[in-house]
C-alpha cells in the first residue's frame, strides 16, 4: 500500500512539475489576501533590507536563481514593468534564491543590468512565502497584503494588469 502511495505522489508531482515549466506560468490567488509576512535580507552591498521598508508601494517580489533559464528569461519583462511604473509607486523586489551568495548574484545583476532592488537569502525563502519552483512571485499591495501569488515564468502582458490593478487602489 505505501508503495502505491509514493508511486501516485511521485506521479502527481511529476505532473505538477510538468505543467509548470510547460504552461508559462500561472497566476494563484491561494494567497490572495494574507499579510504578507515581513522579512530582512542583505542587499547586494550587505545592508540588510525588510520587505516593511517598501510599505506604501505595491511589490512584486520576485523569487529567483541565476542558474534558472525562466528566471534568466523573465528579467527583460520584469525590467520594462520597473521602468514603466516606478514613478506610480511600483517597485520590483528581487529575491535571489543562490545559496553562494552575493559572490555569484552581484556578477549576475549587473551583467545583466537589473536595475531593481536585489536581495540574497542564502538560499531559502523567508516564513510564510511557499515558493514551490523558480521564478515564483508575489504581488503585494500599498497596505501590505498579497494579492496574488504567480508559479513560473511570467511575462509583462501576464502582470500589467495586475500592477495597474493594484497602482489604482
Request: proline share 8%; charged share 20%; glycine share 14%.
Amino acid at each position: 500500500m505505501k508503495k502505491w502511495l509514493l508511486g501516485g505522489l511521485a506521479v502527481a508531482l511529476v505532473g505538477w512539475a510538468a505543467y509548470v515549466l510547460t504552461s508559462g506560468g500561472g497566476k494563484d490567488v491561494a494567497q490572495q489576501g494574507i499579510v504578507a509576512p515581513d522579512f530582512t535580507f542583505p542587499d547586494l552591498q550587505g545592508k540588510p533590507v525588510s520587505l516593511s521598508n517598501f510599505r506604501g508601494k505595491v511589490v512584486f517580489l520576485d523569487f529567483w536563481a541565476t542558474w534558472c533559464g525562466p528566471c534568466q528569461d523573465e528579467i527583460p519583462d520584469l525590467k520594462k514593468l520597473y521602468a514603466k511604473y516606478k514613478g506610480q509607486g511600483f517597485v520590483i523586489v528581487g529575491v535571489s534564491m543562490d545559496s553562494m551568495g552575493r559572490d555569484i548574484v552581484a556578477p549576475f545583476v549587473k551583467a545583466h543590468g537589473i536595475d531593481y532592488p536585489i536581495l540574497v537569502s542564502g538560499g531559502d525563502p523567508p516564513p510564510g512565502y511557499p515558493v514551490p519552483g523558480f521564478p515564483t512571485g508575489f504581488l503585494i499591495d500599498r497596505q501590505g497584503m498579497v494579492r496574488a501569488r504567480y508559479v513560473g515564468e511570467m511575462t509583462a502582458d501576464d502582470l500589467s494588469k495586475d500592477i495597474e490593478d493594484a497602482l489604482a487602489r
